[in-house]
């Protein structure tokens, strides 16, 4: 067993003894205990496999991409969350577990949801299948960092029990969604604010502007989903539909964003 602990056991005995032993980690081909003489005059001996199921389901556990469950790891995963792309489809695993995240035969019925508000769906249910099943998203809204507060993540709760959990609900780690491909310009006036991936990409209502008073208009270089593409560096021109009004010289956008006057 990798995660049990103490391992080794060193005890001291004459003749014989009995000891007390748990394993941690669960295995249906189960696992050998070996005892062996530490000043080396006896025999190693080793007992034969001992079937370890696991435990009773008490929480779940989300897997981004870039993690996965491992046996070897007390936390019952390994990797780090991948970063993700605006409009590419990625799946998330949901495994109902045991307290030292043994993967167990739960039949729960269990709900995703994204923190994306424009995330394709908005919630999936699905019902566990012999502890664990996938689930399969579209992000829209990009990222600027992952931390240990901030970025997309996903909520996982049980609706409906096999096996009504101790702890009905968990959150993913947070992870960071990039933009996808620079497609389009987006012109903010005044009044207007970004709402990346939402249909219009905009939120607010353009305010009156002043006949001769100067104002300040946003153009971003922009995804699909209205995302900033910040790495855009392209050479822009603003016009209007006034036929009296005087054209802004032409701009470059840093990091892919300018204000004209």
Do not use: C
Not at 26 to 52: C, E, H, N, Q
Not at 53 to 65: C, D, E, I, T, Y
């Amino acid at each position: 067993d990798p995660i049990d602990s103490p391992d080794p056991k060193n005890f001291s005995f004459s003749g014989s003894t009995t000891t007390t032993w748990a394993f941690l980690r669960s295995r249906s081909a189960g696992w050998k205990l070996t005892a062996a003489d530490i000043l080396g005059f006896i025999k190693i001996a080793t007992s034969p496999a001992i079937s370890v199921p696991a435990g009773s389901p008490q929480k779940l556990q989300v897997l981004l991409p870039g993690e996965s469950w491992n046996e070897d790891s007390p936390t019952g995963k390994i990797g780090s969350p991948l970063p993700w792309v605006a409009g590419v489809s990625s799946k998330v695993v949901v495994n109902a577990v045991d307290q030292y995240f043994n993967i167990t035969t739960d039949q729960s019925i269990i709900q995703l949801l994204p923190n994306d508000p424009y995330a394709e769906p908005n919630a999936l249910t699905r019902q566990l299948q012999t502890g664990t099943t996938n689930f399969d998203f579209i992000l829209k809204r990009a990222t600027s960092t992952a931390s240990a507060n901030s970025g997309a993540r996903f909520l996982a709760q049980e609706i409906s029990d096999g096996s009504a959990l101790p702890q009905p609900s968990t959150y993913s780690l947070y992870f960071n969604v990039g933009a996808s491909s620079v497609s389009r310009l987006q012109v903010l006036p005044p009044g207007l604010d970004i709402d990346p991936g939402s249909p219009s990409g905009y939120i607010g209502t353009v305010t009156p502007q002043t006949a001769g008073s100067s104002f300040f208009v946003r153009v971003r270089a922009v995804d699909n989903f209205w995302n900033l593409a910040d790495n855009d560096y392209r050479q822009v021109t603003l016009e209007t539909t006034d036929p009296y009004d005087v054209h802004p010289s032409t701009l470059q956008l840093l990091a892919g964003s300018t204000q004209f006057t």
